[in-house]
């Protein structure tokens, strides 16, 4: 797992058939699965009041949290910690991405520093 800030390590449990990893237990989450297509990308955005796990379902990603621009495969799982500029981008194929947010969600709480589509940052339109 690529960690961009320290994260307590998942809980993983051995069962006779492999194993579970267990991200959260009983704490405040939301789970979403993003679909990325071809030649799109999210804003370059952070969140204030929450964390970001992913999960990469897919081949194919750039992923830029912070300064950093990193090419995730399959499988792999990058932490995104609050108050970190972060993007992702699907180059020639969609892109699948198993989102956990840790913390408060809240669309209010994007801050945008750019969007190709627009969109202004939740956080100036109120």
């Known amino acids: 797992m690529l960690f961009i800030d320290i994260m307590k390590k998942p809980l993983v449990v051995k069962k006779p058939w492999g194993n579970f990893k267990q991200y959260t237990l009983n704490k405040p989450t939301t789970v979403k699965i993003l679909t990325v297509e071809p030649g799109e990308c999210l804003s370059e955005q952070s969140h204030r009041m929450r964390d970001e796990l992913w999960i990469l379902l897919d081949d194919g990603a750039e992923m830029e949290i912070g300064d950093k621009k990193i090419h995730p495969r399959k499988d792999e799982e990058i932490w995104v910690p609050r108050n970190f500029a972060h993007r ?17 969600f809240d669309e209010a709480d994007v801050v945008r520093y750019e969007d190709k589509y627009g969109r202004e940052s939740a956080e100036k339109s109120h």
């Open 88 to 104: 992702i981008t699907a180059k020639d194929k969609r892109v699948k991405v198993l989102e956990i947010s840790f913390g408060t």
